[in-house]
């Protein structure tokens, strides 16, 4: 598989990463270090998981599959969202010995889902944690895993010097992210993206987005991977495996990406945001909500509804990709300011008030 250099480190990554946090029946360790064995042995050489990811399970997982690889041919990476230093440190020491290796090669401050948790993890400790175990050399690596807007997380990574960033990328939202991919790729970072098939809707909804598809895409899961790979900042793909077939129709686009064009690129983008009939592009000109709602993460919620996603998906969506209370629609006072600028004359009122009605008549969703 085609790997490219991640950031200024020494590291190629395969184009395809593994992400570890979609397993099946997580309990059946044997099982998924099957699946992720079957992905070492097509070419995928960069696997990621964390502590928290399929109820403790996806690192004990990896840990059984490592034990079958060649170390040196493999880069593992995982996380803490601990603010605290003290806590960071053997959050690394239980992933260590979970996975059964002595060093990281990349570890993520995790979850920083808004400013103010990033501040915490600066004030708690936790990045200069982060930065003492890289000095012993418990971790090769230290970047950033976020679901910021790309300019909040602009700030961030021009804040510290960390070697790379983990972040939500897709044919469906990337305006809202493409300012971090921008100034990553500036700084010299590694950009790894997670959910690059929109966390399964793209392939879920393959005909509603046949459009992503260029003349030689073979299908939609290729066309997403292709839209993603074709940005050079961009050096790796994580996509979250929980079969065989899964791995094998991501190696398969893999082994033959061939990237758009720039000039091919920009069209192909503007095409896809003039043929997105319903659904949040992320691209952020609602903003600034006088009432301080946080519509894109709303409208992005709302995406889950619009592409067959379930009252539980859509709770879910809130309380854990974006960690926001949904009772914070009730803030909107219907003044239409940002109905008035959506690119796609979303009805954000309407859809604010349906998310807020699911939360509450859901509650709490258990992972
Ligand atoms: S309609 Fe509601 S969400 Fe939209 S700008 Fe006004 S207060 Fe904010
Ligand atoms: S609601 Fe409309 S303007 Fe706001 S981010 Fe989504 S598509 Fe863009």
Redesign the pocket.
Same mark, same amino acid.
């Given at each position: 598989m085609q790997t490219r250099r991640y950031g200024r480190s020494d590291m190629d990554f395969s184009l395809v990463s593994f992400g570890g946090m979609r397993f099946d029946n997580p309990e059946d360790t044997d099982a998924n270090a099957e699946i992720v064995l079957h992905a070492y042995n097509k070419g995928i050489n960069h696997f990621d998981t964390a502590p928290g990811y399929c109820r403790q399970q996806s690192e004990v997982i990896y840990g059984a599959a490592i034990g079958h690889m060649d170390r040196d041919r493999v880069y593992i990476a995982t996380k803490s969202s601990s603010p605290d230093g003290d806590e960071l440190r053997a959050g690394i020491e239980q992933s260590l010995e979970r996975l059964g290796i002595e060093q990281l090669d990349l570890f993520y401050i995790w979850w920083v889902t808004s400013l103010e948790v990033w501040r915490q993890r600066v004030d708690g400790g936790a990045v200069a944690a982060a930065f003492k175990a890289k000095d012993e050399g418990l971790v090769r690596h230290v970047a950033v895993s976020s679901h910021l807007p790309g300019d909040d997380l602009k700030g961030v990574i021009n804040e510290v010097d960390l070697d790379g960033v983990l972040l939500g990328y897709c044919a469906i939202n990337f305006p809202y992210r493409d300012a971090a991919v921008t100034a990553a790729g500036e700084k010299q970072m590694g950009v790894l993206t997670m959910n690059p098939l929109g966390g399964g809707l793209i392939p879920q909804n393959a005909e509603r987005f046949d459009f992503i598809r260029d003349v030689d895409d073979p299908n939609v899961v290729a066309a997403a991977l292709r839209f993603n790979l074709s940005n050079p900042n961009i050096t790796s793909a994580l996509v979250g495996f929980t079969t065989k077939d899964h791995v094998d129709q991501a190696c398969e686009a893999a082994e033959n990406f061939k990237a758009h064009s720039a000039a091919h690129l920009a069209k192909l983008r503007e095409n896809i945001l003039d043929q997105f009939d319903g659904i949040c592009t992320g691209c952020g000109y @609602?903003?600034?909500?006088?009432? $301080?709602?946080e519509?894109p993460k709303?409208m992005d919620t709302f995406n889950v509804k619009v592409l067959g996603g379930d009252d539980r998906a859509v709770a879910g969506r809130m309380q854990y990709h974006w960690t926001l209370p949904a009772e914070t $629609?009730k +803030?909107?006072?219907?003044? $239409? +300011?940002? +109905?008035a600028k959506c690119t796609q004359h979303l009805p954000? @009122?309407e859809r604010?008030e349906e998310i807020v009605e699911i939360a509450e008549r859901i509650g709490e969703v258990q992972l």
């Open positions: @609602c903003l600034p909500c006088p009432a $301080g709602v519509i709303f $629609g +803030e909107c006072t219907q003044c $239409g +300011e940002c +109905e954000i @009122c604010i």
